[in-house]
């Protein structure tokens, strides 16, 4: 079968002098080929533009044409065009998806311990870069430069646009923490608790004390200064020092507090987020002073594709205080699980060997006294030039 460039037909020949017909074809260089018979009738394929003068020839032999099949881009454009609305669609989702890679649409967060996600995408909303802008790096050094002028949580920044995705990578400013301690910079391990050294390992470093012993906060466990034979030379300490030490707590709660409570009111209002720009959509907010307010954000789609458009949605709750009067074995167990939270919250990296509780009442309340043993590495890196 010969492939012609406007596209081919097959068509089959019946009745009157089809082999005369044929002939008449080939004679006028007319481009047929494929001629086959099957079951007595005769079969050819031809150029779709030559197609219709064949086929007024054939008439002239008494035969009698018919096109059994085509093949070729230009019959499934033609198709195209009696479906306008199919056409204009297309044309006009391929220009969506254009027109979409030129905004961020979607932002990954790198390198964050404390801060969450969400607190990280607020702040860079704040500074002017969120999902919808444009995807140039103008934009983004502009969000790199306030972000870092606008908060000292974050030590470093670096956003990466490809396409319509970011990728913002970020150091936090830890400052009490070691790894805010490059590895080259000479340190001290100094304690961050007053206890009893049980245990020591040290990688780099000068130990300063001997197991057992009893070191004060803020005194230097592991020093980086190191004597190498008639020098002193200044080393980057690592180690991991155990320590048993204690901590005493107080939590407290009156029979009679006045506590705030959903008073059963809400409202909502919306805003439509389009390139940047707000726009409200009403709402039934009133005065908000005595509400707390939740928000929710939900991106726009059209076929899985993220559009331009967020609805940002403010949910509004009313409170109201009221007084509450406990007896004294609610207090006992409020006052117990504020333990426990504690202990949770501050105490998760330690080891908790024991809990000694003192629990008292008066005529106003109820007040827990709690003395916490504790074990678990008390070192941390400080610069030796800050002693």
Not at 16 to 23: D, V
Not at 80 to 90: A, C, E, H, T, Y
Not at 240 to 264: H, L, R, W
Request: hydrophobic share 40%.
């Amino acid at each position: 079968m010969r492939s012609f460039p406007n596209g081919t037909v097959t068509f089959s020949m019946t009745g009157g002098y089809a082999e005369n017909f044929l002939n008449e074809l080939f004679a006028r260089k007319m481009n047929v080929s494929g001629v086959k018979n099957s079951d007595g009738i005769l079969y050819a394929d031809i150029g779709r533009n030559t197609y219709p003068a064949a086929a007024r020839l054939a008439r002239q032999y008494g035969v009698r044409t018919r096109a059994v099949k085509r093949r070729g881009v230009s019959f499934r454009l033609a198709a195209l065009w009696k479906r306008p609305g199919l056409v204009l669609g297309s044309f006009a989702a391929v220009a969506l998806v254009l027109v979409l890679k030129l905004f961020v649409w979607h932002i990954e967060i790198h390198g964050n311990e404390e801060l969450t996600d969400v607190q990280i995408l607020g702040m860079l909303e704040q500074n002017g870069f969120t999902a919808g802008v444009y995807a140039n790096d103008t934009n983004a050094l502009s969000a790199e430069r306030r972000m870092m002028m606008s908060t000292d949580k974050i030590k470093w920044i670096n956003i990466e646009v490809n396409g319509s995705r970011a990728d913002v990578y970020l150091t936090e400013n830890n400052s009490g923490k070691s790894a805010d301690i490059d590895t080259k910079t000479p340190c001290n391990i100094v304690a961050a608790r007053t206890g009893v050294i049980v245990d020591a390992d040290v990688v780099s470093g000068k130990m300063q004390y001997e197991k057992g012993s009893g070191v004060a906060e803020g005194s230097v466990i592991v020093s980086g200064t190191v004597s190498s034979g008639d020098a002193v030379i200044l080393v980057h300490s690592e180690a991991k020092v155990i320590a048993d030490f204690t901590e005493d707590v107080e939590f407290s709660m009156d029979y009679t507090t006045t506590e705030k409570v959903p008073s059963g009111k809400t409202y909502t209002d919306r805003q439509l987020m389009l390139f940047g720009m707000v726009f409200p959509l009403g709402g039934d907010i009133a005065d908000t002073g005595n509400m707390v307010c939740t928000e929710s954000t939900e991106v726009c789609r059209l076929w899985g594709i993220e559009l331009p458009v967020k609805i940002k949605t403010a949910s509004y709750t009313q409170y109201k205080d009221i007084t509450v009067t406990r007896k004294a074995e609610d207090v006992q167990r409020i006052l117990e699980s504020r333990l426990e939270m504690y202990e949770y919250n501050f105490l998760k990296g330690y080891e908790i060997l024991g809990t000694e509780k003192d629990l008292s009442f008066d005529d106003n309340g109820g007040v827990l006294k709690a003395h916490i043993k504790l074990r678990g590495d008390i070192g941390v890196k400080q610069p030796i030039y800050q002693h």
